[in-house]
Structures are given as structure tokens and as C-alpha cells.
């Protein structure tokens, strides 16, 4: 999920869907702050680093 990539709504709905399902941990966190930070979205880093 990390990275340069430019389809955020995509990377965004797959963050979501864990999240929602309790599937998330530490990794998905780490990766949502890394991703959003690199495509400016830093409300998701934020929110993320929050969890």
C-alpha cells in the first residue's frame, strides 16, 4: 500500500474496508501513514497515526 501511487481513492477504500472489517494493524497503519503522506493527503496520515 506504501508509496508513490497515485490512485489514493483506491489505496483509501482498501485502508477503509480493513478498518471497518477489524482486520487493520499495525502494518496497515504504518503503510496508510506512509502512503497519504507521499500523495499529500495528510488528514489520512493523521487519522491513521490516531488509530
Do not use: P
Request: glycine share 8%.
Amino acid at each position: 500500500m506504501a508509496g508513490k501511487h497515485h490512485n489514493t481513492h483506491e489505496i483509501e477504500r482498501i485502508y477503509w474496508q480493513l478498518v471497518n472489517s477489524g482486520q487493520a494493524n499495525v502494518v496497515t497503519f504504518n503503510s496508510m501513514i506512509t502512503a497519504a503522506g507521499n500523495n499529500g493527503r495528510m488528514d489520512l496520515a493523521i487519522d491513521a497515526y490516531n488509530r
